[in-house]
């Protein structure tokens, strides 16, 4: 049918044919933009077709009431708006229109340093996911967040950011990588009975490594390489924690090519946390700041080439086996010679000592 204007009513009705064998119902009002196949001032009210639809979007819809869903055939551009109510997705999605594009959801305004913002970008940027939050003064934002896309693994970085509670529910795995404690130090805690720190290698040719580095092209004389430091409360009415062994290795020379090292052995005495104990040089000089005392001995009679001196042994493959279990008895031989009693192979003998 041809279009066909009703009137002698305000305002007037218009049945426009759409070409398809439908045709819609329209009301003109004077002064409204034209919509496609109507003239100025027509407006679409409704339609022979299943679904009502507008023609173009020259309509300007004031506080509409709408009652049920409102779908679009195509593309839907909104312009900036104001929700007065919450967002259901249900099972749909919001997403960007190309791989290049990005979009960005504001905890505030967009103004930089007002409230958080999570970035949301297409595949052509590394970067597929940023989390950003205000700096100390609110005045511009930094990222926190930074998942990275492109990979197989994706590439997840935490920066201008401290963890707190962070617990894990399965294997953190380092690759290689270095746990960084800047110029503090990294601590463990247990509540387990001798738990802590384990470490445990598979490998066939050897056991796992403990390493200490002293990352330092230039160190100073008699400077520390590494130590390792046992802490425990003494027991004063008041504890309080102190050191009761430490082993350190000292640079004892740096001079080039006849560089050595010396072992410190620090052990708890009479109350005393720092008392050297031992110290072993890279000669392989031990020297006790005391005395050695050894276990039971065996006696050289029982064992080819050892040597007793005095009630101490001499053990075999040319070592010296000390034991305390008999003291030296030296026998007087006029006013001031002295015999030491010497047992080899099972058989007592006499060194002579002249003064």
Same mark, same amino acid.
């Given at each position: 049918m041809a279009d066909t204007t /009703?009137?002698?009513? /305000?305002?007037?009705?218009? #049945? +426009?044919? *759409?070409?398809?064998?439908?045709?819609?119902?329209?009301? $003109?009002?004077?002064?409204?933009?034209p919509l496609t196949g109507m003239t100025a001032g027509?407006?679409? +009210? #409704?339609?022979?077709?299943? $679904?009502?639809?507008?023609? *173009? $979007?020259? +309509?300007k819809l004031t506080a509409p009431d709408i009652q049920g869903v409102v779908t679009a055939a195509a593309a839907l551009t909104l312009p900036a708006f104001a929700m007065g109510g919450a967002l259901t997705m249900g099972n749909n999605r919001i997403q960007g229109g190309l791989v290049s594009s990005s979009w960005n959801l504001y905890g505030s305004t967009s103004a930089a340093g007002s409230g958080a913002v999570i970035s949301i970008r297409g595949s052509d940027t590394a970067n597929s996911i940023v989390i950003s939050t205000p700096d100390a003064a609110k005045t511009a934002s930094i990222a926190r967040l930074v998942i990275g896309g492109n990979a197989g693994e994706a590439v997840v970085t935490w920066q201008n950011s401290r963890h707190s509670g962070l617990k894990l529910g399965a294997a953190l795995t380092l690759d290689g990588k270095t746990f960084d404690a800047g110029a503090g130090s990294a601590r463990i805690d247990t509540t387990g009975s001798l738990a802590g720190l384990t470490i445990v290698g598979s490998h066939a040719d050897h056991g796992p490594q403990l390493q200490l580095t002293q990352d330092h092209t230039t160190p100073?004389? *008699?400077?520390?390489?590494?130590? #390792?430091?046992? /802490?425990?409360?003494?027991?004063?009415?008041?504890?309080?924690?102190? +050191?009761?062994?430490?082993?350190?290795?000292i640079h004892s020379n740096i001079v080039d090519t006849t560089e050595q090292a010396t072992m410190y052995f620090y052990m708890m005495n009479a109350g005393a946390p720092d008392n050297l104990a031992m110290t072993l040089s890279g000669a392989g000089v031990l020297a006790p700041d005391h005395s050695i005392l050894f276990g039971l001995s065996q006696d050289s009679a029982l064992v080819a080439n050892e040597v007793s001196l005095g009630g101490f042994d001499i053990g075999g493959a040319r070592s010296l086996a000390i034991s305390q279990e008999n003291p030296v008895v030296v026998e007087a031989i006029g006013a001031s010679d002295r015999t030491l009693p010497v047992r080899i192979n099972g058989v007592n003998y006499k060194i002579l000592l002249k003064a």
């Open positions: /009703f009137l002698g009513i /305000f305002p007037a009705l218009k #049945a +426009v044919d *759409n070409g398809d064998g439908t045709f819609s119902i329209a009301v $003109t009002i004077p002064g409204m933009p027509e407006l679409l +009210v #409704a339609t022979s077709a299943t $679904t009502a639809a507008w023609q *173009n $979007t020259g +309509v100073a004389l *008699n400077s520390v390489v590494g130590r #390792a430091i046992w /802490f425990g409360y003494d027991h004063d009415a008041g504890p309080a924690l102190q +050191v009761y062994a430490q082993l350190q290795v």
